[in-house]
């Protein structure tokens, strides 16, 4: 729902006029810098965690190799476009150089939501629900991290 609502707040909010510019399909490359470096890095690293889940989720279902792949298939273009309108619309909101690395999605919430009025008191707990789901994705990598290692360990006692 919070994303949704990031996805769509750019639409209502250039309905209302509160918004000159919005273009999220537009594209530019970023100038080469250590921090541009960085910020790529940890994003290509965000994007890439939790292949390691598959060897954990494979065995768990009928057909693994046709089901992944197709759940690939599908997910794929949706979690692009996901992100592309999510960083349209934070780049609507906010010009590039005062984006909240960290916080972009309650940054964006914050000043979307500022001319609604009551509305805006909805947006405490949509942040409130985003932090909420970054402690849960936290506990679930926890979890498959210590699963993992008690595998390993229960297959090392019964080689040694």
Known sequence: MTFATLILLPFIT????????????????????????????KLAVGALSGFEYIAILAGECRAPARNISRSVMISAPIIALMFILGTGSVLAFVSPDKVDLIGPIPQVLSLGFRSFGWVSMLVSITIFGVAARQIALMSIYFAGNTARAARLSVAADHEG
């Open 14 to 41: 250039a309905g209302r006029g509160t918004i000159a510019n919005y273009h999220p399909f537009s594209t530019s490359f970023p100038e080469i810098s250590t921090y541009n470096i960085n910020v790529f890095s």
